[in-house]
């Protein structure tokens, strides 16, 4: 069975930081590409981040030059570094793989 578990989250104040993690098990995640994505309440979910099996990183504007997506194949784990948040960073994060296998969210909460 293919498990995608993540850790990590919580409540932070605006411009603290918080690093997301998602290990896979039962699936090789070297051989494909791994996403992080949002949904803030009543939004839909969006992309934030994909990381290809080959390195390749894009980030949606929202989000860039604040967070950064990383993996660790070794390890079968991504991470999502979230520095600077903000308020509108509100939302439960979800870890994808292969765009098959979903964790099971995360919420996290920038509040004061």
């Known amino acids: 069975q293919v498990q995608v578990v993540q850790s990590g989250g919580g409540l932070v104040q605006p411009g603290e930081s918080l690093r997301l993690s998602c290990t896979s098990s039962?699936?090789?995640?070297?051989?494909?590409?791994m996403y992080w994505y949002r949904q803030a309440p009543g939004k839909e979910r969006d992309m934030v981040a994909p990381v290809s099996f080959g390195g390749s990183t894009y980030y949606a504007e929202s989000v860039e030059g604040r967070f950064t997506i990383s993996r660790d194949n070794a390890r079968n784990t991504i991470f999502l570094q979230m520095d600077r948040l903000k308020p509108s960073d509100t939302a439960v994060y979800y870890c994808?793989?292969?765009?098959?296998?979903w964790g099971q969210g995360t919420q996290v909460t920038v509040s004061s």
């Open positions: 039962g699936i090789a995640i070297n051989s494909y590409d």
């Open positions: 994808n793989a292969a765009r098959a296998f």
